[in-house]
């Protein structure tokens, strides 16, 4: 997607962060959404758009100070900050395309700046996840999925990078999703239709379900079990199998581990293909 149409991954970034103004508009308890938040000892971005210009060697950042326990409405003006950081960063890229696809380095390693902004919406949806009642009462679509999408995406980059062919996608129930396809050359992501083309494994489930996937053993088994994550032509996840090992921190690793692990139990039962 760095390298896509600029309108439609800013439209999908800022939806998601406007989305999440809103909610956190409605709320009092918004401790988990801190992290978010653009605060002065850690700027939202400053490092990331400065390496990508050169101006940054890699190296530890800055410690962020635990503002939890901050009051909403000082959370509501660092995530209003970081919002306008992450709008003015799109901007510049946009302006300067040899900036966007630059790779500053991130906790998985050298990615392009634009990967690194989308990626920051798989982020916040899991903070929004853990707000008191959030999952419950459901969050609103524009957080969901911009969080799918740049998890799909972010997989797909990692995908390429360690050198795999893989293909997955993630969707549904009864909803469209994304999907990546990724060799050698590189890897995309693209909308994927309610029912996926044929041969395309992935993994269906309400977005929220899947993104707030646990690392626990019994997580996903259980889940499986009521039917609310489905895993589609298993046989092809087996392909994500080195990445899940060699990535620490994947986005979405804990769904994805315990997916992998699924298949390689079933693949073992006779006609699970």
């Given at each position: ?158 995908a390429h990078r360690q050198g795999l062919r893989a ?107």
């Amino acid at each position: 997607m760095a390298d896509g149409p600029p309108g439609e991954l800013d439209a999908r970034v800022l939806g998601a962060w406007d989305a999440l103004l809103a909610l956190a508009a409605e709320r009092e308890e918004l401790g988990p959404l801190a992290e978010l938040g653009s605060w002065p000892e850690r700027p939202v971005l400053e490092r990331l758009v400065e390496q990508a210009r050169g101006g940054v060697p890699p190296g530890p950042r800055p410690d962020r100070l635990d503002h939890s326990g901050d009051g909403p409405d000082a959370i509501r003006a660092a995530l209003a900050e970081a919002r306008d950081r992450v709008a003015a960063a799109l901007t510049t890229a946009a302006a300067q395309p040899e900036l966007a696809l630059a790779e500053p380095d991130s906790a998985l390693g050298p990615l392009p700046l634009l990967t690194q902004i989308h990626a920051m919406c798989h982020e916040l949806a899991l903070a929004a996840l853990r707000l008191p009642g959030a999952a419950a009462a459901g969050l609103p679509e524009a957080v969901t999925d911009a969080g799918v999408a740049a998890l799909v995406d972010v997989v797909g980059a990692l995908a390429h990078r360690q050198g795999l062919r893989a293909r997955a996608a993630v969707w549904g129930p009864g909803t469209a999703g994304w999907q990546f396809r990724a060799d050698g050359a590189g890897w995309t992501t693209e909308p994927c239709p309610v029912i996926p083309p044929p041969g395309v494994p992935g993994i269906e489930g309400a977005a929220a379900t899947v993104l707030g996937v646990p690392s626990g053993r019994g997580a996903l088994p259980a889940l499986l079990a009521r039917g609310e994550i489905r895993l589609h032509r298993i046989g092809g996840l087996m392909a994500l199998a080195p990445l899940v090992e060699q990535v620490p921190g994947l986005p979405g690793g804990a769904l994805l581990r315990r997916a992998v692990g699924v298949v390689g139990l079933l693949g073992r039962l006779p006609g699970m293909r």
